[in-house]
């Protein structure tokens, strides 16, 4: 069954991706880290160093990784169709 | 005769009604007790201000508060802070500036001012050189914040000296209208301006050459270079300082917390256009800095043609942006009218938080039908409409037609309307709320809009999401920081009050010792580079002689924090009045957390409530807490 997730970029994940946001659709059973790891492969080596290692399964310091709004640490967690995930920098107040 | 160090060890008192400037000695047992800054505004408004006195009467007290660090090599010093009693909430009122007025009034030779009465005619005060001269100001008066500056400037004859003043909206006595310093530094929220106008005061101009001591100079000395080593690594600064506090547009809108249309939602798709990122592309001639700041966050921008054409000046904020801009929903020539909103805000004195929320409340109101043209004199209130959006400010500023109404606060002007306008005028207190939302932030925020005693606010005591938005522990693991930090939406079970009392108390030390906020967030994971507790002390200790650990410093931010809570409390407030608006509880509508709505808020206070030693059912701070922090006189006053 075709899911579609909602991706949200800023600061250094804008820059690189050139967007704010894009729909992608995947297939059931996605995990997180398979979204990232796509975008690592489409994005190329800069979105690996940046923002997220696929191989370590980790995001580079000072990214946030948001699955509707919430901080998620666990990257094997399973998508369910309309999330949000926000790739962001780490924001202060202000 | 004491030597002081840090301090000046002086406050100037000024009765305006009598005419009469007098210097009084600072008390040395204050200092490590209240610190500074508005601990000792606290002090004195507790202490000499009756209950229930009227905010635009001369009996309210104007205090201008400097702490021990403001005008030192410390980084982020550049720090003036004003204390009196609210005329939009009647409660306590605390607003800060940057720039360089504070510093100004330290090398002038003062720690504070303390105005009382009402001049017969327009004054503005000239302090310098350890003096205070009463200057009539009946040709400033009617005159814009900008203008005011350049010709007092010229009067004295000082061209560095620092001014803070008023413009028309304060004259008008604007619930909301601001005290400018340095052109375009706000000391913004709950009314400031209003109580300069009540008294006749126009401006306070100050300058001079008294240097500021250290007790131990090397010690200092080393102490400042190790902060200012570590402020250089600032986790933040690459944001906060690359793209101004406007850089958090993009950021805050992917994450799904960027307040939109009244609170109706926290997701704007039109978000790029008013970013920091276009700011810096189209619209940014170069950044600024206040004192002794290493961060640089200002903005100093325009728009050099078109119709919403702009003089370069200082901004805009991500505060003024959001509220005023996105707010408003402003989709065309974004950008531009917002940068021209800030301009005219700057000019006529008006916080630009609570300017944007109360138009955004009135086009609400005209939405809903609850006002009509019958009451906004034809105009019709609507989205999206920057011309319109202007006009309202310059209106509100006049208090001309519906702007009358506007001026008094969306409180006010929601019981006014009546007919259900209550249910989305979005204060507390009497506080407008600001672009920080607790549904999509942080439940931190919860509390904190609750119980802070000046009202609904994002940076008093603390920035509330330096916790669990960005898991931050600032240095506080010592003090008992519950960590890791749980889930930004998780409401109560998760030690959440104990928490916020932590934060509160570390950015209560921000107010009192003079410096930016900004400075207090870090992360142990990220090199803790920020000014922890530990730090402030060793910064405290070597630059004024009096010892003390983090720990007690801490304290005697527990001490300051409550005496505010009973300043409220002798006015009247209670556990009734640290009440959310509704609009905060009802779900957020579209984006990455629609859905998410404050659900348990009296759970979220009973447990902050615990956390703080204060009474469950009233929200009084218990005879056990205040004896505990010294306040026996406090508690016997309150009859508790």
């Known amino acids: 069954m075709e899911m579609k997730v909602i991706l ?87 | 005769m004491v030597e002081w160090h840090g301090y000046k060890g002086k406050i100037l008192r000024v009765n305006l009604t009598k005419k009469e400037v007098k210097v009084e000695e600072l008390k040395k047992d204050w200092c490590k007790l209240y610190i500074g800054q508005s601990g000792f505004g606290a002090k004195i408004l507790w202490e000499e201000m009756q209950p229930k006195t009227d905010p635009l009467s001369p009996d309210n007290m104007l205090i201008s508060s400097t702490g021990p660090f403001t005008g030192t090599l410390i ?47 327009p004054v503005y005060l000239w302090v310098h050189d350890g003096t205070c001269e009463i200057k009539n100001a009946e040709q400033l008066w009617g005159k814009t914040v900008h203008e005011t500056t350049d010709r007092i400037l010229r009067e004295i004859g000082q061209p560095e000296a620092s001014v803070a003043c008023i413009g028309p909206a304060g004259e008008k006595l604007v619930k909301f209208a601001a005290i400018m310093n340095d052109y375009d530094r706000a000391a913004g929220r709950t009314g400031g301006g209003a109580v300069f106008a009540s008294k006749n005061l126009k401006a306070i101009a100050a300058s001079g050459e008294e240097g500021i001591e250290a007790a131990d100079p090397d010690k200092f000395y080393e102490a400042v270079m190790e902060a200012s080593e570590t402020m250089r690594k600032y986790f933040f600064q690459e944001l906060i300082g690359g793209l101004g506090t406007i850089g958090l547009v993009n950021a805050l809108n992917a994450a799904g917390t960027l307040p939109t249309k009244n609170f109706a939602t926290c997701f704007f798709p039109a978000a790029d256009t008013v970013s920091g990122e276009t700011l810096a592309e189209k619209y940014l001639i170069k950044r600024r800095a206040c004192f002794g700041c290493t961060i640089g966050c200002g903005r100093y ?46 000019n006529y004195g008006l916080d630009t938080i609570s300017t944007g929320n109360v138009i955004a409340f009135a086009t609400e109101a005209f939405e809903k039908g ?31 037609g519906v702007g009358n109404l506007l001026a008094e606060g969306v409180k006010r002007a929601a019981e006014k ?65 519950p960590w890791p930090p749980p889930d930004k939406f998780a409401e109560t079970g998760v030690k959440r009050g104990v928490a916020y009392k932590l934060l509160a108390l570390h950015g209560e030390l921000a107010e009192m010792l003079g410096i930016c906020r900004f400075y207090l967030w870090g992360g142990e994971d990220f090199g803790l580079t920020c000014l922890t507790p530990k730090r402030l002390a060793t910064l405290y200790s070597t630059l004024t002689g009096f010892k003390m650990d983090e720990f007690e410093l801490m304290k005697a931010a527990e001490r300051v924090w409550n005496l505010k809570r009973c300043f409220n409390v002798r006015e009247g407030l209670t556990r009734k009045d640290d009440k959310l608006p509704k609009r905060l509880l009802e779900p957020i509508m579209t984006g990455p957390t629609k859905g998410q709505a404050v659900k348990d808020p009296d759970g ?9 030693g204060w009474d469950k059912n009233t929200g009084i701070p218990t005879r056990r807490k205040l004896e505990e922090l010294g306040l026996k006189d406090v508690a016997d006053k309150l009859k508790l």
């Open chain 1, 8 to 94: 949200k970029y800023a600061g250094i994940v804008h820059e690189i991706t050139g967007k704010l946001s894009e729909e992608i659709e995947l297939g059931a059973e996605t995990s997180l880290s398979d979204i990232l790891r796509r975008l690592a492969l489409q994005y190329g080596l800069r979105f690996k160093e940046h923002v997220f290692d696929y191989k370590a399964n980790k995001p580079a310091p000072q990214i946030l990784i948001l699955l509707n709004g919430k901080i998620i640490q666990d990257y094997d967690r399973k998508i369910n169709d309309g999330d949000f995930v926000s790739i962001m920098p780490m924001v202060s107040g202000g």
């Open chain 2, 75 to 121: 980084p982020g010093s550049g720090s003036i802070s004003y204390q009196f009693k609210s005329p939009a909430t009647e409660a306590w009122a605390e607003t800060r500036s940057g720039g360089s007025f504070g510093p100004k009034l330290k090398f002038a030779g003062f720690d504070l001012i303390v105005v009382t009465g009402k001049a017969e005619k």
């Open chain 2, 301 to 346: 921008a325009w728009v050099p043609f078109g119709r919403f054409m702009t003089p370069p000046h200082e901004g805009p904020e991500y505060e003024t942006t959001d509220m005023i801009g996105i707010q408003s929903l402003l989709e065309k020539e974004n950008l531009e009218a917002i940068i021209r909103a800030n301009y005219l805000c700057n």
């Open chain 2, 370 to 400: 609850v006002i009509t043209e019958k009451d906004t004199d034809g105009l019709k209130l609507e989205w999206n409409n920057p011309n319109l959006l202007l006009t309202l400010i310059g209106k509100i500023a006049k208090r001309e």
């Open chain 2, 417 to 481: 309307i009546g007919k259900g306008a209550d249910k989305f005028a979005v204060h507390v207190k009497g506080l407008e709320v600001p672009a920080h939302d607790p549904r999509g932030e942080s439940r931190s925020f919860a509390i904190q809009y609750a119980v802070e005693p000046r009202g609904a606010c994002h940076m008093h005591p603390n920035w509330a999401g330096a916790y669990d938005f960005v898991p931050l522990d600032n240095g506080l693991k010592p003090h008992g920081l």
């Open chain 2, 604 to 612: 979220i206070l009973d447990e902050y409530y615990e956390a703080s």
